[in-house]
């Protein structure tokens, strides 16, 4: 079956380490996202990537960091810099073209900083 | 400023009646679209329905209907028949732009808790 998979679903990290969330898809599109949650809110975007090798910063990128090696996987790093990690994160894709093209979104990974 | 606004923080609805769900949104792009999308306590985002800005008929998608009143700037979400399975979280999201640059991302309301009794 074809969808996204987020690893892992919960995670714990001491103030001041790095975390990786790892988002994956096997539905075969361009367009991967990274939302991030917070309780009573909707979700904010982080990055976003069209292609391979190309991701544009979102309206709260400070803090976070992205790769796009593979069409298939889009890992977000959640880096010391981020002041208030704590969150839930969403992962999204979507087929390139048309406008009304929904994002398809992961599981979620919540974050915890202890 | 909020692009799109939910003024529900939280809604109830009685099993198998109706319930409209608000959403204002703002923007001066003539190409634009609408998303609804509902979020169960497992916390994934699933796609309920979607109304373009050139549509020229409201969107519908089994129980889910879409009042798109293009001059008020409001796409309100109405469920029929409501069923104890659509408890969630609702949220409202809007699209900008057909342009390639806008990475065609969503910008989402703050949502809406909707509890169905029995």
Known sequence: DGGITQSPK???RKEGQNV???CEQNLNHDA???YRQDPGQGLRLIYYSQIVNDFQKGDIAEGYSVSREKKESFPLTVTSAQKNPTAFYLCASRLPGQGGNEQFFG???RL??? | AQKITQTQPGMFVQEKEAVTLDCTYDTSDPSYGLFWYKQPSSGEMIF?????SYDQQNATEGRYSLNFQKA?????LVISASQLG?????FCAMREGLSIDSGYALNFGKGTSLLVTP
């Open chain 2, 72 to 76: 008020r700037k409001s796409a309100n």
């Open chain 1, 20 to 22: 990786t969330l790892s």
């Open chain 2, 86 to 90: 659509d408890s969630a979280m609702y």
């Open chain 1, 10 to 12: 919960y995670l714990f």
């Open chain 1, 32 to 34: 991967m996202y990274w």
């Open chain 2, 48 to 52: 309920l329905i979607y109304q373009g």
């Open chain 1, 107 to 109: 599981p979620g990974t």
């Open chain 1, 112 to 114: 915890t900083v202890l």
